[in-house]
Structures are given as structure tokens and as C-alpha cells.
């Protein structure tokens, strides 16, 4: 396929920058400055002082199946064939930054390419998700997991520099991996679930054996989000724990959070001024948010923000904001099948709760998905920047 053909919007910059897909590790192993930040907003929201005129705003899986761009690209490729192609892939990632003026790229990539990396035969189908052909079923599988190659996760990097080349300050640029307990759940698992017994096993029965996994998943997901940082250009980066909800906070905390902890630390001992954004979902119980806030590295938080499901107390938000920790969030994703007006009324409602913080970045609970219509998803970005500047100005009247 000449992909070539779809590089619509990346094609400017590959032309300014003079770069083929045979110079292209080159020209990022030698590159020595970005353009200037024009917008940081998602950035300046993690900073209780910086200037401030209005809630940045971005949407989990802005870049997907329900833009028409995006089906035509997918039509003559398979999903992990999108993702390791970073012209592709950058070009993927700016496809919502052209339809709405929205403040954050986030790079178009998986949770499963480190595990593809590891040892995991992966593919993805279509209707079913991720399949994985080798699931880890005894303790002894443990011993056919590798480190990634790091040569096999280049085009990631590849990608995010193409991205933050193409962007020209406009907007910040994110990166991301899945959190070592939802990637663990996929590898016993096989794919996708929806009683995660399989892993539960593991983890109560192969508890030893889970926490092996667990630490490996945390030291080479760490080492990935770093490279991110420093290879590709990401200024902000986001751990996705999607599966978090499937245990108990007792259990979270017990057997999860001390391998989080270890992918924090080694994070910020490398990125010590990079924001880390953690999405525990469906982990409401206050408890792990404390947990998470006590966590610290040189008198620092490990974490700078929490991504917000919509099903999050009036508690646990209180302890986020006296932590002096950025929110984001938390529309639910269904309201933007709904009409205009309950569209502009969940919005305003969701502003009127979470902007009483500085530090807040306007999002969804989860993701946007195949069906979501593209001016509805118009309506939500335009929307929520109408009415953060109508809540930041009634504070200034106030």
C-alpha cells in the first residue's frame, strides 16, 4: 500500500524538514530544538500560578473510528500496522488536532505494543479487540517474557517527534503506556473480559508469580515513557489503568500501587519536571487516592493529576484539590449522543464542580468510540472552552 498518499496533513512538515522515511531516525537523533510553545495550556494546568484564561481541553480517544479520516487510513491497514508506521501514526494523532481546536495531542499508539515487544503474540480483530494467541496460564510462561528490544519501539518515538515537529507549538503533546495491572490482566487473560477470572486467579492463587510480572511490566513501562519523553518530545504523560476497577481498594493497594510506585520513580528520576496524569478507572474508593497522593520522590509528588471517571465522589475530589494535584475529566462519554441542550447542561454542570480548581483540564470520563458523531464531539470542545471562560470570568466579577 502506498500510504504515502495519506499523509495529508504531516506532508508540510515532512517537506520543510526534508524528511524521507530513510532519514527520519536520523534527523530525530540530531534534532536540537522544537518550535516555540504557542499553547501550553495542558501543561501551565499543572501549575497553581501560571496565566490562565480558560480550562484546557482534550478527549481519550480523540484520535479513532468515528472521524472519517481516520476509517479511510484504517480500510487499507491493520490496526498495529497503523501504529508502528510513525508517519502514520503521526498523521493519526494530527487528525483531531485539524477538526477542533483542542489543546493536546495525544500520541496514536496502544497499551498492548510493549507487551507485543515482550514476547506476546497479539493481533487485533475486528468486533473482538486484542487476541492474544500465547496467554500467559502458569507461572512457569513467566519465563518467555523478555525486555523489549529497544530498537522495536523506535517508531513510537519516531512518531511522537513527527508530531511534535507537525504541531508547531499549537497545541502539547502527550504520550502514554497501560498501567502494568491492566496490561497483566490482557496477558493471562488472552484479550478483552468481562469477569477477569483468569487473572484474579493469578493474582490470589500466583500472587508471587503476579508480582514478578507486575515489577517487569513497571520497570520497562518506565523506561518507555522516559524515552517517550526524551527521544520523542512528549511534555505530558498519562498511565492507563482501564482495568483497575476489576479488584478491590484493599487488593489495588496491597498488590498494585507498589508496582505503580516503581513506575513512578523511575519516571520521574529521569523526567523529574515531565507531569504525570494516572487514570485509575472505575478505582474510586478515596482510600487509593490517598494512597497515590502519599506517594513521593525528593519531597515531589509522583503524581501530578488524576484523570476522572465520571463516577467519582465528592470526597475523593476534595482530597485531589487539597493535594494541590491537576483534575482531569469527567464528562461521561454517552452525554455527546444526546441532544445540544444536555450536551451544554452537563457541561456547565461539570465546569461549575471541577473548575473551582486552577488546576483542572477539561476531558471525558473514558473514551470516544466509533459511534460518537464528529459535531457533537464539535459541540463538546467548543462548548466547554464557552463556558470555563464564562466560569473564569464570573470569578473575576466575584
Known amino acids: 500500500m502506498d500510504y504515502q498518499k495519506h499523509l495529508k496533513i504531516l506532508k508540510e512538515t515532512l517537506e520543510q524538514h526534508k524528511i524521507t522515511p530513510e532519514n527520519l531516525r536520523e534527523k530525530r537523533k540530531s534534532f536540537k530544538e522544537f518550535p516555540k510553545q504557542i499553547n501550553n495550556r495542558v501543561v501551565d494546568a499543572f501549575q497553581s500560578f501560571a496565566p490562565f484564561d480558560r480550562a484546557p481541553v482534550w478527549m481519550m480517544r480523540q484520535a479513532g473510528r468515528y472521524l472519517p479520516e481516520y476509517r479511510e487510513i484504517k480500510a487499507e491497514m491493520d490496526f498495529f500496522a497503523t501504529c508502528q508506521n510513525p508517519f502514520i501514526a503521526a498523521e493519526i494523532t494530527l487528525q483531531p488536532t485539524k477538526q477542533f481546536d483542542i489543546?493536546?495531542?495525544?500520541?496514536?499508539?496502544?497499551?498492548?505494543?510493549?507487551?507485543?515487544?515482550?514476547?506476546?503474540?497479539?493481533?487485533?480483530?475486528?468486533?473482538?479487540g486484542p487476541v492474544i494467541a500465547n496467554p500467559l496460564v502458569t507461572p512457569d510462561d513467566?519465563?518467555?517474557l523478555h525486555p523489549p528490544n529497544p530498537e522495536h519501539l523506535e517508531h513510537v518515538y519516531d512518531a511522537l517527534f513527527l508530531t511534535r515537529l507537525a504541531l508547531q507549538g499549537k497545541c502539547n503533546l502527550i504520550g502514554f503506556c497501560g498501567a502494568p495491572w491492566t496490561v497483566f490482566a490482557y496477558m493471562v487473560e488472552g484479550g478483552s473480559s468481562k469477569l477477569f477470572s483468569k487473572v484474579k486467579k493469578w493474582l490470589y492463587l500466583y500472587t508471587e508469580g503476579s508480582l514478578q510480572v507486575l515489577e517487569l511490566l513497571a520497570k520497562e513501562s518506565a523506561k518507555y515513557l522516559i524515552n517517550q519523553v526524551k527521544q520523542g518530545g512528549a511534555q505530558v504523560v498519562q498511565i492507563f489503568d482501564s482495568w483497575a476497577g476489576q479488584i478491590p481498594a484493599l487488593d489495588y493497594i496491597e498488590f498494585i500501587i507498589p508496582s505503580l510506585r516503581i513506575l513512578f520513580e523511575d519516571f520521574k528520576k529521569e523526567c523529574p519536571d515531565t507531569p504525570l496524569i494516572m487514570f485509575a478507572k472505575d478505582q474510586n474508593d478515596k482510600k487509593v487516592i490517598i494512597e497515590f497522593l502519599k506517594l513521593t520522590y525528593n519531597d515531589k509528588p509522583l503524581v501530578d493529576g488524576f484523570q476522572l471517571d465520571s463516577n467519582v465522589s465528592d470526597e475523593t475530589l476534595i482530597k485531589i484539590i487539597e493535594g494541590n494535584r491537576t483534575i482531569q475529566g469527567n464528562l461521561e462519554p454517552g452525554v455527546l449522543f444526546g441532544t445540544p441542550a444536555i450536551i451544554k447542561k452537563r457541561i456547565s454542570q461539570m465546569i461549575e464542580k471541577l473548575q473551582t480548581t486552577r488546576r483542572y483540564i477539561v476531558n471525558l470520563a473514558h473514551g470516544l468510540t466509533p459511534d460518537h458523531e464528529v459535531e457533537k464531539v464539535r459541540l463538546f470542545v467548543q462548548e466547554s472552552q464557552r463556558q470555563s471562560k464564562l466560569y473564569k470570568a464570573k470569578e473575576i466579577l466575584e
Request: net charge negative.
Open 103 to 128: 489543546d493536546a495531542a495525544i500520541i496514536f499508539s496502544d497499551i498492548l505494543v510493549l507487551p507485543k515487544m515482550m514476547g506476546m503474540e497479539i493481533t487485533i480483530e475486528e468486533k473482538k
Open 142 to 144: 513467566i519465563q518467555k
